[in-house]
């Protein structure tokens, strides 16, 4: 039960958070952080326990996002019920797809993963209507409003912070849990050498499978929570290949395998990338984007394995040196 301790203790500091704060833009910023360490944590389910790199994980992010508002818009779908349907699809099409590119190694299987978000796009892009539904095209989908809890629809940002974080906090028990049982030293070692792992009785192919849908799932999931938020899917951005490259970053920023070190990537980079489009966005087109690539560069050359361990490492260290046990002869 240890284990979970850390998550009540920042879901806690987290929810007290928005208290007083009455600045929407503060708020959005506390929401994007979270929404964008859950988006990481989904993606480490799959890339940092089993070592396969996806940068297709914007398909199934989006796929929630267009099923949950296609469900609420024309049948008039509850978004809290939508999400699950649509993340159960985008988790099941994610098996379908993973089955045989799993039998391809390294770079390969990153490149279909790659394809399957390309062809997600086009056929989203190139279709306003899919099978007599309204997908919006290139235009993008708008989400009618009506407001309401059942509808997800809310005036202010409050509820919806309350929402992500409550999502955010399941999806790092889950992945705590996984870390800690049995299924997640299958990953490890599946992620360390899957032949050695197949020849000591892992069904590899099986525990692939089942990381690939319960990362499907919850970023589908995610992608529902996204819809229901702005209002508006636009699939430049959730299609594109930057957006799932920025979620995979994230990962590795913080700590690939380790169950808190997407949330470190996230807590770290979002903030910077909002205030370096705030503060700098309008004195040079691109700057912002060309300095937050610049801390990627410098972050991963001198820390490949990611923050995670340093940071925790320092903190342990000054804890210590606080806290710590001090000489007798300096404690007379």
């Known amino acids: 039960m240890k284990k979970y301790y850390p998550i009540f203790i920042v879901a806690g500091i987290l929810a007290l958070l928005p208290i007083g704060v009455r600045n929407n833009y503060a708020v959005h910023v ?4 979270i929404l964008n360490a859950y988006y990481a944590v989904s993606w480490n389910i ?11 994980n914007g398909a199934y992010i989006a796929l929630g996002g267009y099923l949950t508002a296609v469900m609420y818009n024309m049948f008039n779908v509850s978004p809290w019920i939508g999400m699950i349907i ?16 799993f039998k391809l190694r390294g770079s390969y299987y990153t490149l279909s993963t790659m394809a399957f978000l390309y062809i997600i796009n086009v056929i989203i892009v190139s279709n306003p209507k899919i099978f007599g539904l309204e997908f919006g095209g290139s235009k993008g989908l708008n989400i009618r409003w009506q407001g309401g809890f059942s509808r997800m629809q809310f005036v202010s940002k409050i509820p919806y912070f309350y929402i992500i974080l409550v999502m955010f906090a ?35 192919l099986k525990y692939k499978l089942r990381a690939q849908f319960t990362s ?31 979620i995979m970053l994230l990962a590795v920023i913080g700590g690939i395998g380790e169950v808190w070190g997407p949330v470190l990537g996230a807590f770290i980079m979002v903030p910077v990338s909002e205030y370096l489009r705030g503060a700098l966005a309008t004195k040079l087109n691109g700057l912002p984007s060309a300095i937050y690539g610049l801390v990627l560069m410098l972050v991963i050359y001198f820390l490949p394995s990611g923050l995670f361990r340093p940071v925790t490492s320092w903190v342990k260290e000054r804890v210590k040196a606080v806290f710590g046990k001090k000489p007798a002869e300096e404690r007379c």
């Open 30 to 33: 506390l929401i994007m952080v």
């Open 46 to 56: 799959l890339g940092g326990f089993t070592g396969h790199f996806s940068l297709g």
């Open 86 to 101: 649509s993340a159960l699809i985008a988790g099941g099409l994610s098996i379908l797809l993973s089955y045989p590119c």
């Open 170 to 204: 399941i999806v790092m028990f889950v992945t705590t849990y996984i870390k800690n049982s049995k299924t997640g030293f299958y990953y490890a070692a599946i992620c360390t050498n899957q032949e050695a792992a197949a020849s000591l009785g892992v069904p590899v």
């Open 216 to 246: 499907a799932f919850f970023s589908a999931l995610g992608g529902g929570f996204y819809a229901m938020f702005f209002m508006f899917l636009e699939p430049t951005r959730l299609l594109g290949f930057a957006f799932s490259t920025e």
